[in-house]
Nanobody
Framework: QLQLAESGGGLVHPGGSLRLSCVARGVTLNSYAVGWFRQAPGKEREESACIATGHEETVYTKAVKGRFTIGRDNANNAVFLQMNSLTPEGTGVYYC???????????????????WGQGTQITVST
């Protein structure tokens, strides 16, 4: 079970940008595939993007492709999510978690052994 902590959320106007960070403790995060997930108010959590181990393959949902960038910050043992051109539909709590894989255009599921952190709140509003 990975210990991950999300940060970087906040209030932003439509069209604005935010950069989220997912920092790991006790493990080398580069050894795991990691995904970012969004839970909008009153809705189930859904994936936004994921990144593979090693060769750094990335996967994005249609909703965020071209606007979000997922990457690794190995110096800080972290995975980031750069979010540009945010829309009100981007409002929600964002979580990171280990996923089984990120390849062939899809993100693997989150292992049952993993638990969700507190996430970081993003509100996109005028």
């Amino acid at each position: 079970q990975l210990q991950l902590a999300e940060s970087g959320g906040g209030l932003v106007h439509p069209g604005g940008s935010l950069r989220l960070s997912c920092v790991a403790r006790g493990v080398t995060l580069n050894s795991y595939a990691v995904g970012w997930f969004r839970q909008a108010p009153g809705k189930e959590r859904e994936e936004s993007a994921c990144i593979a181990t090693g060769h750094e393959e990335t996967v994005y949902t249609k909703a965020v492709k071209g606007r979000f960038t997922i990457g690794r910050d190995n110096a800080n043992n972290a995975v980031f999510l750069q979010m540009n051109s945010l829309t009100p539909e981007g409002t929600g709590v964002y979580y990171c978690a280990r996923v089984y894989y990120a390849k062939f255009g899809s993100c693997g599921s989150v292992p049952a052994s993993e638990s969700w952190g507190q996430g970081t709140q993003i509100t996109v509003s005028t």
